[in-house]
């Protein structure tokens, strides 16, 4: 019985999470859960659009931002969706109508960082 309700449970991608965190306070129990149920359904392979989403191709491929609405805040999770996992770049209150350059360059620097380290565990992987 416990195989058949497995094989019919969703497959989900793990989080791994560069940066940020999503707790209470600062967010609100209902921010908090909105934030949780978007992170769910990259998780599970939805594709989000406006208004829960947008695309950020100018942090990098697969990226963007999720838009999660609060009693306080405004708030945007950044993220790139990999074949193996939702990376979590950042998270930040947003004050601004635009996003902060110094937000994009912290995310692609993260990205970049990460991708060093999956390439040379891989490299390694393949040496043994």
């Known amino acids: 019985m416990a195989k058949e309700t497995e094989q019919q449970e969703p497959s989900r991608k793990p989080v791994v999470w560069l940066h940020g965190e999503i707790q209470t306070p600062p ?55 990999d074949p193996d996992a939702v990376l979590v770049l950042e998270v930040y209150a947003k004050k601004t109508r635009k996003i902060p350059n110094e937000v994009i360059e912290r995310c692609q620097k993260r990205l970049k960082q990460y991708d060093a380290v999956v390439r040379a565990a891989k490299k390694k992987q393949s040496d043994h």
């Open 27 to 81: 967010f609100t129990a209902d921010g908090r859960q909105e934030a949780g149920m978007l992170l769910r359904l990259l998780q599970e392979g939805e594709r989000l659009g406006m208004p829960q989403s947008e695309l950020l191709p100018d942090v990098g491929p697969r990226c963007g931002a999720l838009r999660a609405r609060d009693a306080e805040h405004n708030w945007r999770i950044m993220y790139r969706i």
